[in-house]
């Protein structure tokens, strides 16, 4: 059997770490808020313009994701190694990671919108029939195609802020 002991008296809070946790939960906090801020007014945008956009909306945010989620997996994966790097101090490995992952996220970006975009009709087919939906979703995609490109460096430079331990400075680039 294992017990464990503490001495109440040596118990205390290391404000260092204390202040490194609180930036990282701060800024992963802000950037959830933004996120579903903006989910919060473009749904509210949709109800506005009848059931057609709102079921061609509902289908697109379940074929959204295929993008999304290749991204936040590249930022997840260069905030981790760049870390790393950045920990060993190997600020070539980390500027190399950063231009790997900017080309790696431009090539998915890419590739993923022309694959959303000549499928996409294919895809919102699996979720309904009528026709005048399926040409709302397609605008709908066909807008957030052109836009992916824009989110290849967010979500980049937003990795490698987190790894360099300026996670405040990744809201301030978020918000813009």
Known sequence: MIFINYIFNEISIDIPHLSRMFNLGLAAGLQSVMYTSANIMIQSSVNILGTDSIAAYAAFSKIDPIYWVSMQ????????????????????RVKDTFLISLIMATGI?????????????????????????????????????????????LEIYSGVFKSLRRCLATNDYNSF
């Open 73 to 92: 997996a590249l930022g997840i994966s260069l905030t981790t190694v760049a870390g790393q790097n950045y920990g060993a101090n190997n600020r070539k």
């Open 109 to 153: 970006t890419f590739f993923l919108a022309a694959f959303l975009f000549i499928f996409g009709r294919t895809f919102y087919g699996m979720f309904t029939k009528d026709i005048n939906v399926i040409n709302i979703g397609m605008k709908v995609l066909t807008i957030m195609c052109c836009g992916y490109p824009l989110y290849i460096n």
